[in-house]
Every structure is written in structure tokens, then in C-alpha cells.
């Protein structure tokens, strides 16, 4: 089992930056990747980014420029930096965690509102 703790999300202007962080715990043995998705209201869950355990991201094309995914040092940390925040950006982040064999974990969210 891995348990993840997102924290960092809020309410923040347009052309403002937030910094998600997501910790994780239990069973670090076998990540393959760790990313971010997001979910808004009356749309479907969609990926942001990810970063490989090789270090390798990917990014959605509308976060692309905008957003960056990191590994702290630990790597059981994963953050995202998003700047230049758009109102297009208000969903729940959540943090996911892929690991060999297809196990997926998720963690609970962080609420950000992008609005003026």
C-alpha cells in the first residue's frame, strides 16, 4: 500500500502560482511513475503531468510552459509548480502513483480555485 498527501492548493488570482506537493508513504518498492491528475466539476479526471522513476516527464498540452513536475531528493515527494494560472485551471488535484505490475494509489485531492 502507499499512502499520498497532497497539500499547497488555495484560492489565487489569474497570472498568480501555486506549489502542489504530494508526500508519499507505506510501500515505496516499484514506483514506475508518480504524476498529477486533476478533476473540475462535470468533467472527467484528466492527467496534468507525470514524472518517470528515470526522471522523464510529460506534460498535458494545456499545462505545457506553464506547469512543472519535481522529485525531491527523497523521491517520495513529487510537487507541481504551476504559474501563470488560468480560471480553466479551478479542479482538485490529485496526486497518483503508478507502480509495477499496474497498481494505481491515489491521494484525497487539494482544492485550486483560479479566480479574481
Known amino acids: 500500500q502507499v499512502q499520498l498527501q497532497e497539500s499547497g492548493g488555495g484560492l489565487v488570482q489569474p497570472g498568480g502560482s501555486l506549489r502542489l506537493s504530494c508526500a508519499a508513504s507505506?510501500?515505496?518498492?516499484?514506483?514506475?511513475?508518480m504524476g498529477w491528475y486533476r478533476q473540475a466539476p462535470g468533467k472527467e479526471r484528466e492527467l496534468v503531468a507525470t514524472?518517470?522513476?528515470?526522471?522523464?516527464?510529460n506534460y498535458a498540452d494545456s499545462v505545457k510552459g506553464r506547469f512543472t513536475i519535481s522529485r525531491g531528493n527523497a523521491k517520495n515527494t513529487v510537487y507541481l509548480q504551476m504559474n501563470s494560472l488560468k480560471p480553466e485551471d479551478t479542479a482538485v488535484y490529485y496526486c497518483?502513483?503508478?507502480?509495477?505490475?499496474?497498481?494505481?494509489?491515489w491521494g484525497q485531492g487539494t482544492q485550486v480555485t483560479v479566480s479574481s
Open positions: 507505506g510501500s515505496m518498492f516499484s514506483i514506475n511513475r
Open positions: 514524472i518517470s522513476s528515470g526522471g522523464s516527464t
Open positions: 497518483n502513483v503508478l507502480k509495477l505490475g499496474g497498481f494505481i494509489y
